[in-house]
């Protein structure tokens, strides 16, 4: 079966949102990286790293030029999500979007001959994110840097599109399933694709909870994560929000048998 690797999710004919759901090959975990487009603006989002920067470029080619990108932005600190960072402060004038916890982490990334090219702008080309979250400046509208952390990073943020009403929700709502490409159709059948992600890799029920609650107040119509499949429409988002607050994960399923020496 020959799966798309991009999905057009939203297009009014002055922006677009666009979701790249299978570029990663051979042994790397499935991975879906974003590309939002306003007029002449353009923005990235969890770009990844190697595995994706080349076919992620090339599909992006096809809708904007890389001289349009304003942003690449990033959820959290993971190799999936920003390891290509030198590559696009190279090759594009985009300039780097993260959380404030890992700004000065994100030099680890760069070789010392990408260092030495990028040096010397590299803080002129970073807005660094406070806990809060905030707007981010993108042509005449802005695009939402929304707190999540410990979803599952402690300095972890989603991205909401109000004009597409798109939350773009990193690890919170992903599943591990072959194609990508389509909308969660059986809730009740995809829960066996989430479950033992969300349980391993989110902090607490208390975390899942609050992040629900801030969620239910805003107008999202998709909510699009960065590994699987998204979910569209209220009813379907509603069933994730009802289903996350109850779940049990992270620090409430450990004991001490978690906690002995080998």
Same mark, same amino acid.
């Given at each position: 079966?020959?799966?798309?690797?991009?999905?057009?999710?939203?297009? #009014?004919?002055?922006?677009?949102?666009?979701?790249?759901?299978?570029?990663?090959?051979? $042994?790397?975990?499935?991975? #879906?990286?974003?590309?939002?487009?306003?007029?002449?603006?353009?923005?990235?989002?969890?770009?990844?790293?190697?595995?994706?920067?080349?076919?992620?470029?090339? $599909?992006?080619?096809?809708?904007?030029?890389?001289? #349009?990108?304003?942003?690449?932005?990033?959820?959290?600190?993971?190799?999936?999500?920003?390891?290509?960072?030198?590559?696009?402060?190279?090759?594009?004038?985009?300039?780097?979007?993260?959380?404030?916890? =890992?700004?000065?982490?994100?030099?680890?990334?760069?070789?010392?001959?990408?260092? $030495?090219?990028?040096?010397?702008?590299?803080?002129?080309?970073?807005?660094?994110?406070?806990?809060?979250?905030?707007?981010?400046?993108?042509?005449?509208?802005?695009?939402?840097?929304?707190?999540?952390?410990?979803?599952?990073?402690?300095? #972890?943020?989603?991205? %909401?599109?109000?004009?597409?009403?798109?939350?773009?929700?990193?690890?919170?709502?992903?599943?591990?399933?072959?194609?990508?490409?389509?909308?969660?159709?059986?809730? $009740?059948?995809?829960?066996? %694709?989430?479950?033992?992600?969300?349980?391993? %890799?989110?902090?607490?029920?208390?975390?899942?909870?609050? =992040?629900?609650?801030?969620?239910?107040?805003?107008?999202?119509?998709?909510?699009?994560?960065?590994?699987?499949?998204?979910?569209?429409?209220?009813?379907?988002?509603?069933?994730?929000?009802?289903?996350?607050?109850?779940?049990?994960?992270?620090?409430?399923?450990?004991?001490?048998?978690?906690?002995?020496?080998?």
């Amino acid at each position: 079966m020959s799966i798309s690797s991009s999905q057009v999710l939203f297009d #009014n004919g002055h922006h677009k949102c666009v979701s790249f759901t299978h570029l990663v090959k051979g $042994e790397g975990v499935q991975a #879906n990286q974003f590309l939002i487009i306003h007029g002449n603006h353009a923005a990235v989002i969890d770009p990844g790293g190697d595995l994706t920067y080349t076919p992620l470029t090339i $599909e992006i080619l096809k809708y904007v030029k890389l001289q #349009n990108l304003d942003y690449v932005i990033a959820s959290h600190q993971d190799p999936d999500i920003i390891a290509s960072m030198p590559r696009w402060l190279t090759h594009t004038p985009a300039t780097v979007v993260a959380s404030k916890l =890992w700004a000065r982490f994100l030099p680890h990334l760069t070789s010392a001959f990408m260092a $030495e090219r990028i040096r010397d702008d590299f803080s002129d080309r970073l807005i660094e994110l406070p806990d809060r979250g905030q707007d981010i400046p993108f042509g005449d509208t802005v695009i939402k840097a929304v707190p999540a952390h410990f979803l599952h990073s402690v300095g #972890n943020f989603q991205f %909401y599109d109000p004009i597409s009403k798109i939350l773009f929700s990193g690890d919170m709502a992903a599943s591990l399933v072959d194609d990508a490409s389509v909308t969660v159709s059986n809730f $009740e059948e995809h829960t066996k %694709y989430m479950r033992g992600f969300h349980q391993r %890799y989110m902090c607490s029920r208390k975390v899942t909870r609050l =992040w629900a609650n801030m969620v239910r107040d805003m107008d999202v119509e998709m909510l699009v994560p960065q590994h699987g499949m998204p979910f569209k429409g209220k009813e379907s988002i509603g069933k994730f929000l009802d289903w996350i607050s109850e779940l049990d994960c992270g620090i409430d399923l450990l004991t001490q048998a978690d906690y002995r020496a080998p």
